[in-house]
């Protein structure tokens, strides 16, 4: 694979200081104000990913986002240690606030129990005990949420982080003003729990205050800690780089910076080491382990000439490597390229999530004094109908809801690379629970794409070699699959060709030339037609024709005469059978298409159980036939390698280009197909289910939560102190939710 990234390719920056999906969507406003700018952010990488900026003009992006009030850098693949310890920092800092959250917490509990319940024992200044005790809790365990509020309320916005700064600081305000001046000691309210409480306890929101700071900080560092591991999941592909080579210079071994090596440059791979970059074997002998990069659990025996990958490891030979490819233009940095820029394009729930968190908080601060002055006006006591508002305030918050899609399209994205499934981008996710039909290209995907020549038949007077050395002097102009086979045939039993004028190649049908001031056709029926040549009894010119649907025929004529015809034969790769028998199982129509013979589709066809063949369909009509299939109300995968099949790729619902294709089919698809197994195609179709069921479980939680957990709150049954751990809660599940699709292991 060697698709090559350009100076147009999106601006990647690392994003800090985002606390929630809010923030994300706030910097992506920000960078979409610039000219001609369009800005993906995403909350789960931490990653801003820019088209239409050039690198040049970064400084204006990262100046953008820290006006907005976040911090930028741009993203550099080699060296990603900005973000990392972004991430360290963060996870420590609130490690720590925790700790001291949570050991304060418990004896303020126990303080405020004792003493609400058991009025006898307050003794002079009890009140200020608790508030000293809650006042670290409040204003430094919590800096982190009033930090970005005030950063927000700096630019005109709110956020997440707005709701769980505006309950603690309204908690801890209303907790001091009753406990000093004695306001709201009647009622019979709750606190700590549910139901009502002795006369006077009702007015101490301290633990309320305290407890909500420890629960959401708990669930802050956890939510922080899993979305790390997640994106470790995504950038597993980047750590599989070697870091120094040994590099052969003028007879001798010195071990350098991977950095420092070129093209054209021989280093050396030892048992047990990692290959640093793409090259051809020159010398030595072993079997080299690419599990980590394609899926494949077997090694694979390798010798000189043979093309190795990096990332991939030798595991019990010596081996000399030309280098071919190195850096960034390696297959294993343009997989991880590839997958990283997977998150720039956004699912389109993920969208309307975005949209949904953006007047979301504004609407729950509405709601939550709403429901305070509703309660109020009903004759509640303040305190507490305070209370309830508080609830709302704190339960609403949408942090599960703006985490559900981005960290299992993160994980999802990442296991397939593992697996030898490059997905693209998030829609194509989206796509392929969709997918009704499956197409398959037949030559090079389902089968090996070399065709070797099983037999001949010629006409009277002509012999074999005459046969063969006439078809391969016209082919030797084409690149064909067929044409390469003829050649290869020719070249066991004749040495020199003759020269061919007047080439011309007529796609999907064959090609013609002149050979020797003779017009000679090389191809199948439609192109004798054309040119008159009549094909309309079995043994036409006197050859003894054996056409097999499963074999090629391609005739030879000259001068408007047939000649004589050659049978080709293209084996079906190991495991197809098995390949589209899971498709089936997965509820899949099946598609072959090719240009052979209806016949030679057909029988491969049945061979492969295939519910459908499309023969004899030229690379001009493939994207045809998927539109046509579209036509039909089918939503289809396209599976090709080859230039012919780009368009189609393109076409297609969801586009799946095998690894060995092209360049152009590469950059058409919305998958590529590592794995050199053709199970890796219901493989990325399950993973993509998978994936997507993964969502829906997420948004349905976090959905669920907000609509059921809000009444609940309005109605005035639910402690805020429940509340602010049941939030908190939300954000883990939903994360831990998404993790477990590190589980998936499809059919390996």
Same mark, same amino acid.
């Given at each position: 694979?060697?698709?090559?990234?350009?100076?147009?390719?999106?601006?990647?920056?690392?994003?800090?200081?985002? +606390?929630?999906?809010?923030?994300?969507?706030?910097?992506?406003?920000?960078?979409?104000?610039?000219?001609?700018?369009?800005?993906?952010?995403?909350?789960?990488?931490?990653?801003?990913?820019?088209?239409?900026?050039?690198?040049?003009?970064?400084?204006?992006?990262?100046?953008?986002?820290?006006?907005?009030?976040?911090?930028?850098?741009?993203?550099?693949?080699?060296?990603?240690?900005?973000?990392?310890?972004?991430?360290? =920092?963060?996870?420590? @800092?609130?490690?720590?606030?925790?700790?001291?959250?949570?050991?304060?917490?418990?004896?303020?509990?126990?303080?405020?129990?004792?003493?609400?319940?058991?009025?006898?024992?307050?003794?002079?200044?009890?009140?200020?005990?608790?508030?000293?005790?809650?006042?670290?809790?409040?204003?430094?365990?919590?800096?982190?949420?009033?930090?970005?509020?005030?950063?927000?309320?700096?630019?005109?916005?709110?956020?997440?982080?707005?709701?769980?700064?505006?309950?603690?600081?309204?908690?801890?305000?209303?907790?001091? +003003?009753?406990?000093?001046?004695?306001?709201?000691?009647? *009622?019979?309210?709750?606190?700590?729990?549910?139901?009502?409480?002795?006369?006077?306890?009702?007015?101490?929101?301290?633990?309320?205050?305290?407890?909500?700071?420890?629960?959401?900080?708990?669930?802050?560092?956890?939510?922080?800690?899993?979305?790390?591991?997640?994106?470790?999941?995504?950038?597993?592909?980047?750590?599989?780089?070697?870091?120094?080579?040994?590099?052969?210079?003028?007879?001798?071994?010195?071990?350098?910076?991977?950095?420092?090596?070129?093209?054209?440059?021989?280093?050396?791979?030892?048992?047990?080491?990692?290959?640093?970059?793409?090259?051809?074997?020159?010398?030595?002998?072993?079997?080299?382990?690419?599990?980590?990069?394609?899926?494949?659990?077997?090694?694979?025996?390798?010798?000189?000439?043979? @093309?190795?990958?990096?990332?991939?490891?030798?595991?019990?030979?010596?081996?000399?490597?030309?280098?071919?490819?190195?850096?960034?233009?390696?297959?294993?940095?343009?997989?991880?390229?590839?997958?990283?820029?997977?998150?720039?394009?956004?699912?389109?729930?993920?969208?309307?999530?975005?949209?949904?968190?953006?007047?979301?908080?504004?609407?729950?601060?509405?709601?939550?004094?709403?429901?305070?002055?509703?309660?109020?006006?009903?004759?509640?006591?303040?305190?507490?109908?305070?209370?309830?508002?508080?609830?709302?305030?704190?339960?609403?918050?949408?942090?599960?809801?703006?985490?559900?899609?981005?960290?299992?399209?993160?994980?999802?994205? *990442?296991? *397939?690379?593992?697996?030898?499934?490059?997905?693209?981008?998030?829609?194509?996710?989206?796509?392929?629970?969709?997918? +009704?039909?499956? =197409?398959?290209?037949?030559?090079?995907?389902?089968?090996?794409?070399?065709?070797?020549?099983?037999?001949?038949?010629?006409?009277?007077?002509?012999?074999?070699?005459?046969?063969?050395?006439?078809?391969?002097?016209?082919?030797?102009?084409?690149?064909?699959?067929?044409?390469?086979?003829?050649?290869?045939?020719?070249?066991?039993?004749?040495?020199?060709?003759?020269?061919?004028?007047?080439?011309?190649?007529?796609?999907?049908?064959?090609?013609?030339?002149?050979?020797? *001031?003779?017009?000679?056709?090389?191809?199948?029926?439609?192109?004798?037609?054309?040119?008159? =040549?009549?094909? #309309?009894?079995?043994?036409?010119?006197?050859?003894?024709?054996?056409?097999?649907?499963?074999?090629?025929?391609?005739?030879?004529?000259?001068?408007?005469?047939?000649?004589?015809?050659?049978?080709?034969?293209?084996?079906?790769?190991?495991?197809?059978? #098995?390949?589209?028998?899971?498709?089936?199982?997965?509820?899949?129509?099946?598609?072959?298409?090719?240009?052979?013979?209806?016949?030679?589709?057909?029988?491969?066809?049945?061979?492969?159980?295939?519910?459908?063949?499309?023969?004899?369909?030229?690379?001009?009509?493939?994207?045809?036939?998927?539109?046509?299939?579209?036509?039909?109300?089918?939503?289809?995968?396209?599976?090709?390698?080859?230039?012919?099949?780009?368009?189609?790729?393109?076409?297609?619902?969801?586009?799946?280009?095998?690894?060995?294709?092209?360049?152009?089919?590469?950059?058409?698809?919305?998958?590529?197909?590592?794995?050199?197994?053709?199970?890796?195609?219901?493989?990325?179709?399950?993973?993509?289910?998978?994936?997507?069921?993964?969502?829906?479980?997420?948004?349905?939680?976090?959905?669920?939560?907000? =609509?059921?957990?809000?009444?609940?709150?309005?109605?005035?049954?639910?402690?805020?102190?429940?509340?602010?751990?049941?939030?908190?809660?939300?954000?883990?599940?939903?994360?831990?939710?998404?993790?477990?699709?590190?589980?998936?292991?499809?059919?390996?």
């Amino acid at each position: 694979m060697t698709i090559q990234q350009s100076a147009t390719d999106p601006l990647q920056l690392d994003i800090s200081g985002m +606390t929630c999906a809010a923030c994300a969507g706030r910097v992506e406003r920000a960078l979409g104000q610039l000219d001609g700018v369009t800005a993906s952010v995403n909350y789960a990488t931490e990653r801003a990913i820019l088209t239409g900026l050039s690198p040049d003009e970064a400084d204006l992006a990262v100046r953008r986002v820290e006006k907005a009030g976040y911090g930028a850098r741009v993203h550099d693949d080699a060296d990603d240690a900005w973000s990392r310890r972004a991430t360290e =920092v963060r996870i420590t @800092s609130l490690r720590r606030r925790l700790l001291v959250a949570a050991i304060l917490t418990v004896p303020l509990m126990d303080i405020t129990i004792v003493l609400a319940l058991v009025p006898g024992w307050r003794f002079p200044g009890w009140e200020w005990l608790c508030i000293l005790l809650a006042l670290p809790i409040v204003t430094w365990a919590a800096w982190p949420f009033h930090k970005a509020t005030l950063r927000n309320l700096r630019h005109g916005n709110v956020s997440m982080d707005t709701l769980v700064s505006l309950g603690i600081a309204a908690s801890f305000g209303w907790a001091v +003003t009753s406990l000093l001046l004695g306001i709201g000691q009647d *009622g019979a309210g709750y606190w700590l729990g549910f139901g009502a409480t002795p006369e006077g306890a009702n007015s101490i929101y301290l633990d309320v205050a305290a407890g909500m700071t420890t629960f959401q900080l708990a669930g802050r560092y956890f939510e922080t800690r899993s979305r790390r591991k997640a994106g470790d999941v995504l950038g597993a592909l980047g750590q599989l780089a070697a870091t120094h080579v040994r590099i052969t210079r003028d007879g001798s071994e010195s071990i350098e910076p991977a950095a420092s090596l070129r093209v054209g440059d021989t280093f050396v791979v030892l048992p047990g080491e990692t290959i640093p970059a793409d090259g051809t074997i020159s010398a030595g002998y072993a079997s080299v382990d690419t599990s980590m990069l394609t899926g494949e659990p077997v090694p694979k025996d390798l010798s000189p000439e043979d @093309s190795v990958v990096g990332g991939t490891i030798s595991t019990n030979g010596r081996l000399e490597v030309r280098a071919t490819s190195v850096g960034a233009h390696t297959q294993l940095a343009q997989m991880a390229a590839l997958a990283e820029q997977a998150q720039s394009r956004k699912a389109r729930v993920q969208t309307l999530v975005d949209r949904i968190t953006t007047y979301f908080v504004p609407a729950v601060i509405a709601l939550a004094i709403l429901v305070t002055l509703a309660w109020t006006l009903a004759g509640t006591a303040f305190q507490d109908a305070f209370g309830i508002g508080i609830a709302v305030l704190i339960i609403a918050c949408p942090c599960a809801l703006g985490l559900a899609t981005p960290t299992a399209l993160m994980v999802g994205i *990442g296991r *397939g690379a593992s697996l030898g499934i490059l997905v693209k981008g998030q829609d194509a996710l989206e796509a392929s629970g969709t997918i +009704t039909t499956v =197409v398959l290209d037949k030559t090079g995907t389902l089968t090996a794409g070399t065709m070797t020549v099983t037999g001949t038949a010629t006409a009277e007077h002509i012999q074999e070699h005459d046969l063969l050395r006439i078809a391969a002097s016209v082919e030797q102009g084409s690149e064909h699959i067929i044409a390469r086979a003829i050649l290869s045939a020719a070249k066991k039993q004749i040495t020199d060709l003759e020269s061919a004028t007047d080439f011309n190649i007529v796609p999907g049908k064959g090609a013609t030339a002149t050979v020797s *001031g003779k017009l000679a056709i090389v191809g199948n029926r439609a192109l004798l037609a054309e040119h008159g =040549v009549a094909l #309309n009894s079995n043994e036409p010119n006197g050859i003894e024709l054996h056409e097999n649907p499963a074999e090629t025929t391609v005739f030879v004529a000259v001068d408007g005469k047939l000649i004589g015809a050659i049978n080709l034969a293209d084996t079906i790769k190991p495991g197809a059978k #098995n390949a589209v028998d899971a498709l089936r199982k997965q509820g899949l129509k099946t598609v072959l298409l090719t240009g052979d013979s209806k016949a030679a589709g057909d029988y491969t066809a049945a061979q492969l159980g295939i519910d459908t063949a499309l023969s004899e369909v030229l690379p001009t009509d493939k994207a045809e036939t998927v539109r046509a299939l579209q036509a039909q109300g089918e939503r289809v995968a396209m599976v090709g390698d080859g230039i012919n099949d780009a368009v189609a790729l393109a076409a297609a619902d969801l586009g799946l280009a095998m690894v060995n294709g092209s360049d152009i089919a590469l950059k058409s698809a919305d998958i590529i197909l590592v794995r050199d197994d053709l199970a890796v195609i219901p493989d990325a179709i399950a993973l993509s289910r998978k994936t997507l069921r993964t969502i829906r479980v997420n948004l349905g939680w976090a959905f669920g939560y907000n =609509v059921a957990a809000i009444p609940i709150a309005a109605a005035g049954l639910l402690n805020p102190l429940i509340a602010a751990g049941a939030m908190a809660l939300s954000s883990v599940l939903v994360v831990y939710n998404s993790l477990r699709l590190q589980g998936f292991s499809g059919s390996r």
